[in-house]
């Protein structure tokens, strides 16, 4: 007879739990840590399992639970981490909440940078041709700061998500702290400056206006 397809395996949410726990840096999972390491919608029946397989293993001594800020948590045991060290489940785990959001806005990135591009490559072109109207009002230049500096950033944002940030691995978490190799020949200042400018530049929502 084939297994339930609401069956989670146990030593499946143990490694969920500890793939989650290395890329969220901190020793306390909550269940819908678990829940989305394992890609289980909020709604699904799936989730009544989890909870029942979470609370058998930490009968079993292999999770351990705590509270924080009113929230319940979980973390690996010594002996829960024995025992994935002993299971079989490498490569079970469905792709990783922070390598899908990688790979989506790599996707998203090459798709719209064209149309990003020419989008800035019109508020140039407009900005340049209201140059030689020396009628034109203090806050026509002021809305056209505010366009270009839209504009722009959405571009560099775009390039980074396209090329430039790094496919993460499973092994650690990837978190954007806004810094380059490059940076290190610049002075404190400019480094500043610079990361600065870099905050949101994962943020692919930020594209919808341009």
């Known amino acids: 007879m084939s297994p339930s397809p609401d069956v989670v395996p146990d030593d499946l949410i143990l490694a969920a739990v500890a793939r989650a ?43 351990e639970q ?10 690996l045991t010594p ?26 806005a790599s996707t998203l990135a090459t798709q719209e940078i064209e149309r990003i591009r020419e989008t800035l490559r019109t508020s140039l072109a407009e900005a340049v041709e209201r140059l030689d109207d020396a009628d034109a009002p203090s806050d026509t230049w002021f809305e ?6 839209r504009d722009a950033w ?14 993460p ?15 290190a020949k610049l002075s404190r200042e400019k480094k500043a400056r610079r990361r600065g400018r870099r905050k949101g530049r ?7 206006d341009a």
């Open 144 to 149: 056209f700061a505010e366009r270009l500096r």
């Open 79 to 104: 002996r829960g981490r024995r025992r994935l060290k002993r299971a079989d489940v490498a490569g079970l785990l469905p792709e990783a909440p922070q390598h899908q959001k990688w790979r989506q």
């Open 21 to 63: 726990e290395r890329h969220r840096c901190r020793d306390a999972i909550t269940r819908s840590d678990i829940h989305h390491h394992l890609h289980i919608p909020s709604r699904s029946g799936k989730v009544r399992v989890i909870k029942a397989r979470v609370a058998a293993l930490t009968e079993e001594d292999c999770l």
């Open 169 to 183: 691995s499973d092994d650690r978490a990837d978190i954007d702290d806004h810094t380059e190799p490059s940076d």
């Open 154 to 167: 959405c571009l560099g944002s775009a390039t980074y998500c396209a090329r430039e940030w790094a496919e």
């Open 202 to 208: 994962r943020s692919v929502r930020s594209w919808r």
């Open 66 to 75: 705590s509270r924080k800020y009113g929230i319940d948590a979980w973390a």
